[in-house]
């Protein structure tokens, strides 16, 4: 069929040179009279009537009769070559009919695809799409658009998410669900309860469903997205018969973008947690692991709050965020009030509310946290390099009535908390990436999944007024995800958390006892040190654009708790090996 197209296209190439062959004849003379025996193509070209040729002696001598019967041979020639070349386009449109899908599967190879163009685009956006990436996947943040996808007016909505069948075993008891307690493992020793027992169980809560809309208003582009699975508060039954899963709010938020600036408002990750490509608000830009833990990786550093933020794109590879976040004066419960704060000294009254223990939601605020982040992206051939600066900075204050001062006038103590985190993602090589970060603080201990406090509370030995004294945390991940094959990745980190010591005396207590974090006494859950080695492996059976993809993702860890303080007959430390299976569905 190939040779037969060539065959026909020579044929009007060599035509139509005949055809300007035959004008450039026309136009000279000389050389139409070599052609006077020419025989005519037609045979039913009717006879010329020969003229006679009248000269004069300036004037160019008339055409002959022999001239201008073979200028009529020229105009029958071209009049024949012209329906052959109708004839001809006529069986080449036929041709390019019966070829059909043939010839658009030869133009999409011709072209060049998406993902190659994204390869070598200009943005790291493009530059930096994770394969195999399970939580989002993607695909979703791709130029093609789901099948699910649909129009309403000028929004275009894509729904998303997927369904999730987890299997997890632990050595040791956590007694925590689909999520480890990293803070709370317990001991195993021959005298533990809990910590002497394993658990495994199934589990369908970290199934995900997800809606992002999006539209042109105003010159720019306006995303909103919620997204939300079924790890919520669970009922004291759940395990019994039904197993209902509470659906929880994980994201909720609006983001505009206009040529350099953007505003985001509503819940979304904090700015402090790592990103994997610029400062990207879907979760497809975050870093939170690949672990099958829905509470992730130790030493990770992130939140889902409420926030609003803005952000600055000087150029493609830079970005600068300014974010105002939701605040919470956190101590957790493993922190030691001085008697008079928890209300237990008479006549003092309880003030343990000032404070979130863990356990509430009611504590006073003085100001929303703030966080500033400087992201680069640096393309290193067609990979790309990412690295991030962030600091936080939040306010504390605790108020001593007149009940706790035996007297004295009502007052306000203030503390301000801060941090710093420094973070990279750079593919090393094709489809391999290399991930650190970093993150200090004093008063910042929260964004470290919550393992340990901000603060604690601390009693002036002679105005016995409250203040907050803070407390030195620190984390950091270190860690690969290697995309070797097409449908296989692997992964690994390795992550720890550290919480210092912070002392004080209680002034009104018999004996004065120490109070706060980390002293000779204190109880087990004052953690010094958490750690966590991870590896795992996600196995794509299947993916297709028009039915999503078919996961199987493991994640085998060790995790170990050494507090401050241990007891007599305890082991220095706290300790469980954890086993994820999970089978996944992802929408396409």
């Not at 003229?51 to 022999?66: E, G, I, L, R, V």
Request: one cysteine or more; charged letters at 15%.
């Amino acid at each position: 069929m190939r040779a037969l197209v060539v065959t026909l296209l020579m044929c009007v190439l060599f035509a139509g040179h005949s055809a300007l062959a035959a004008g450039a004849d026309k136009a000279n003379p000389d050389k139409a009279t070599t052609m006077a025996a020419a025989p005519s193509t037609d045979t039913k070209a009717p006879a010329t009537t020969p003229q006679p040729a009248a000269t004069t002696k300036d004037a160019t001598p008339a055409a002959s009769p022999a001239l201008e019967a073979e200028l009529e041979q020229l105009r029958q020639l071209l009049e024949s070559q012209q329906a052959a070349l109708k004839t001809q386009q006529e069986e080449i449109e036929a041709l390019k009919t019966q070829l059909g899908g043939r010839g658009s599967n030869m133009a999409s190879t011709i072209a060049p695809s998406s993902a190659a163009a994204a390869s070598s685009g200009s943005t790291p956006e493009a530059a930096i799409a994770v394969a195999g990436t399970q939580y989002g996947g993607s695909d979703q943040n791709s130029d093609q658009k789901s099948p699910l996808s649909f129009k309403i007016g000028a929004a275009n909505f894509t729904p998303g998410g997927f369904v999730d069948f987890t299997s997890y075993t632990r050595t040791t008891n956590v007694g925590s669900g689909i999520g480890t307690s990293f803070g709370s493992i317990p001991f195993n020793n021959a005298s533990a309860g809990q910590g002497g027992q394993t658990e495994s169980r199934f589990s369908a809560q970290n199934s995900r469903v997800s809606l992002k809309a999006e539209a042109a208003v105003g010159g720019g582009n306006i995303t909103g997205y919620v997204e939300t699975d079924f790890l919520g508060n669970a009922p004291s039954n759940l395990n019994v018969t039904s197993n209902s899963n509470t659906l929880r709010m994980r994201l909720y938020f609006a983001d505009y973008r206009h040529g350099k600036w953007e505003m985001l408002a509503g819940q979304d990750w904090s700015m402090l947690t790592p990103n994997r490509v610029g400062e990207g608000v879907l979760p497809t830009d975050i870093f939170y692991s690949q672990d099958m833990d829905t509470n992730y990786q130790v030493g990770l550093v992130w939140a889902r709050q409420a926030q609003f933020r803005l952000l600055y794109h000087p150029t493609d590879r830079w970005t600068m965020g300014l974010s105002f976040e939701n605040p919470d004066q956190y101590t957790g419960s493993a922190v030691t009030f001085p008697e008079c704060f928890s209300g237990t000294n008479k006549p003092c009254t309880s003030q343990a509310n000032q404070v979130d223990q863990g356990t509430s939601t009611t504590s006073p605020a003085v100001f929303p946290d703030i966080v500033v982040k400087v992201a680069r992206d640096q393309h290193i051939g067609d990979k790309n390099w990412h690295f991030e600066l962030a600091g936080v900075t939040s306010q504390y204050r605790l108020f001593t009535p007149t009940s706790a001062s035996m007297g004295g006038p009502g007052s306000s103590q203030s503390a301000t908390g801060g941090g710093v985190s420094f973070n990279m993602n750079l593919e090393m090589f094709k489809n391999f990436h290399l991930i650190a970060d970093t993150f200090w603080s004093d008063g910042e201990g929260r964004y470290i999944f919550g393992l340990g406090p901000n603060f604690i509370v601390n009693q002036n030995p002679t105005s016995l007024n409250y203040y907050p004294s803070l407390v030195h945390a620190g984390s950091g991940i270190g860690g690969f995800e290697w995309q070797f094959t097409k449908k296989s990745m692997f992964y690994g980190y390795y992550g720890g958390a550290y919480y210092g010591r912070t002392v004080g005396l209680d002034p009104l207590a018999t004996g004065n006892p120490p109070i706060g974090y980390g002293f000779t006494g204190s109880s087990g859950t004052n953690n010094r040190a958490i750690q966590e080695g991870t590896l795992g492996v996600i196995q794509t059976f299947w993916k297709d654009p028009s039915y999503g993809a078919l996961q199987l993702i493991t994640q085998a860890s060790y995790v170990t708790r050494a507090p401050w303080y241990v007891g007599v007959g305890d082991p220095k430390n706290a300790h469980t090996t954890m086993f994820y299976l999970d089978l996944r569905y992802v929408l396409p």
